[in-house]
């Protein structure tokens, strides 16, 4: 019938490879990025789902108190933030997909869809190329002075922004109107420094997954309201 054929057809979910066998859109070698990284084995298409990144889930809190004693001038993480709850650690239980390094001029994107973090081709790629998504590491205000040093980026992309983190520059800080006891201050400070120790990658992923937590709830706050007349 008519209507029936103008039902927009559902998108079918994008397919990842089995993120515990060997992948067959890349393979692991050393980079000039950084490390290991990861490189396409094949040409891949614009679209493709190349990998889940899977690993260890645990809270903030948990990733925390995991990675407490660790230097904070080493930058080295394998922590992806899924949404506020939760922290994928792919140094524990990881696949390879934790190998593919930060890239100012992307050909890949991370995406969150249902708590499982996928990583997609946003571009063709061609066989060799390496694989690189924007971390987008997000910025603290207990941040160390040197934290544009220790996140410096060497993805050597023509618009190389400098940094992993973001925003590129450090937002100037805000005057405070009035201050605050110092026994709130420093209550604040320690638990920032604590926050501060390991940095976690793919802010943008993570503040899509809160947009769309808020978008839900204001929608059914609507829907209750309407119900309410
Ligand atoms: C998820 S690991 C990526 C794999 C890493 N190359 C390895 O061998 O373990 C992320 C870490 O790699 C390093 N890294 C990734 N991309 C980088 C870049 N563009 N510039 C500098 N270091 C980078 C940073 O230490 C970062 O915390
Ligand atoms: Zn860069």
């Excluded at 407490?68 to 001038?73: A, H, I, L, Q, R």
């Excluded at 949404?83 to 100012?104: E, L, P, Q």
Aim: net charge positive; charged share 35%.
């Amino acid at each position: 019938m008519a209507t029936k054929a103008k039902k927009k057809a559902k998108k079918a979910p994008k397919l990842a490879p089995d993120p515990y066998q060997p992948n067959p859109w890349y393979v692991v070698r050393n980079s000039k990025v950084h490390g290991k990284g990861c490189f396409a084995r094949q040409d891949i298409p614009k679209g493709t789902r190349i990998a889940e990144y899977v690993g260890d889930r645990i809270t903030w809190d948990e990733a925390d108190t995991r990675y407490e004693g660790y230097d904070v001038n080493d930058n080295h993480t394998f922590l992806f933030i899924v949404d506020r709850k939760t922290v994928i650690d792919g140094g524990v239980g990881g696949n390879d997909a934790r190998y593919i390094n930060h890239s100012c001029g992307e050909n890949c994107s991370s995406t969150v869809e249902k708590g499982r973090v996928y990583i997609d081709a946003n571009q063709f790629i061609k066989k060799g190329e390496e694989l690189g998504y924007d971390y987008q590491i997000g910025r603290d205000k207990n941040d160390p002075e040197n934290v544009d040093e220790i996140y410096a980026c060497r993805c050597g992309a023509p618009k190389c922004r400098g940094t992993m983190l973001w925003p590129a520059k450090r937002p100037k800080p805000k005057k405070r109107k009035k201050a605050k006891s110092v026994a709130a201050k420093s209550a604040g400070k320690k638990k920032s420094a604590k926050k501060a120790g390991k940095k976690t990658v793919a802010k943008k992923a993570a503040k899509k997954a809160a947009k769309k937590v808020a978008r839900k709830s204001a929608k059914k706050a609507a829907k209750r309201a309407a119900a309410r007349g």
